[in-house]
């Protein structure tokens, strides 16, 4: 049997991702009260800085984050925090890959809190306005709760596209 080019292979986790930073986009568009944009955008963010690091660059992060920017008019903000929780994630990754599931999911529970409200607090300094952070707070808990559904989509993903059939790779 004839080996499968890494680029075929990689087709489902690149749709994947492509696909959640499109619903990130409309999630945005038809719900402006939760913020979930963003950060449904953290869901592939967040599993492919740890497991494949080589599916998820900081320059497609920069990308959906600054789409999502063109969207919120807000320019700059998304791709920032998107390109800086890259590099976060891909500095933890080493220690993420050898803890259980429970583990992981904490770490992206903190990186999806810490960006909503590193962006609630920005947003505040913007408009000279207190907002509550009720919103920020909603928007990190529901994306924190949505995480292993989208983590084991990804991993099937994973397990598909790895050559080995494993779903750990500390090659990237």
Do not use: K
């Not at 929780?85 to 809190?113: C, E, N």
């Amino acid at each position: 049997m004839a080996e499968v080019l890494p680029a075929i292979r990689a087709i489902p986790a690149v749709a994947f991702t492509l696909f959640m930073g499109f619903m990130s986009l409309q999630t945005f568009v038809l719900s402006p009260i939760l913020t979930l944009s963003m950060l449904l955008v953290f869901h592939p963010l967040y599993y492919w800085c740890v497991f494949r690091p080589s599916l998820f660059p900081a320059w497609l992060a920069f990308l959906l984050g600054i789409s999502i920017d063109f969207v919120s008019g807000f320019l700059g903000l998304n791709a920032f925090l998107l390109v800086f929780a890259s590099f976060v994630i891909m500095r933890q990754r080493r220690y993420l890959l050898s803890q259980p599931f429970a583990t992981q999911w904490a770490g992206f529970m903190f990186v999806s809190l810490s960006a909503e409200l590193l962006r609630w607090f920005v947003m505040m300094g913007v408009n000279f306005t207190f907002f509550s952070p009720v919103s920020a707070l909603v928007s990190a808990v529901c994306s924190a709760a949505l995480y292993p559904f989208t983590a084991l989509v990804m991993q099937g993903c994973v397990r598909l596209i790895s050559p080995d059939r494993t779903n750990e790779s500390l090659q990237d």
